[in-house]
């Protein structure tokens, strides 16, 4: 059963402008230091982390919460799983509100698409729960 939906759009160019003007002081209230490890690995800095604050927009919506009730920016971290598909690490606040929302006797997973096209960059979560 799917237990809740977000998607996020975000402008690649804000992000960019954000990393130029704040620097560690944005990126490092934002993101993970996994997340900031992927984005900077890249030739192209700004799409990465684009995607990754679409990501979490999109989880804090599927949360159902926002970035309120406990819930902050670095409780949600874009992974890989082994694949390379996206998913969500859900800590703190996050996971707390994602085990309140879980049914007993589920396990929830949360499915992750990401996807840019300059200046946009778009995330879509959902989050479901299985029978365990």
């Known amino acids: 059963m799917i237990l809740g ?3 996020d759009l975000c402008d690649i160019r804000r992000i960019e402008k954000s990393i130029e003007r704040f620097g560690d002081r944005f990126t490092h209230r ?3 230091e996994g997340e900031r490890a992927r984005s900077d690995r890249r030739a192209a800095r700004a799409p990465s982390y684009a995607r990754r604050f679409a990501a979490k927009e999109a989880c804090a919506k599927a949360l159902g919460t926002g970035l309120s009730h406990g819930v902050f920016w670095r409780d949600m971290e874009v992974v890989n799983l082994p ?3 996206p998913t969500m690490r859900l800590t703190g606040g996050a996971l ?3 085990r309140a929302m879980t049914p007993a006797g589920h396990k929830a997973v949360v499915h992750v698409s990401l996807t840019d096209d300059p200046p946009m960059a778009q995330a879509f979560v959902i989050i ?3 029978p365990v």
Do not use: K, P, Q, V
Request: proline share 0%.
């Open 5 to 7: 939906i977000g998607s």
């Open 30 to 32: 934002i993101y993970t």
């Open 83 to 85: 694949g390379g598909r």
């Open 96 to 98: 707390e509100c994602l």
């Open 128 to 130: 479901e729960a299985l």
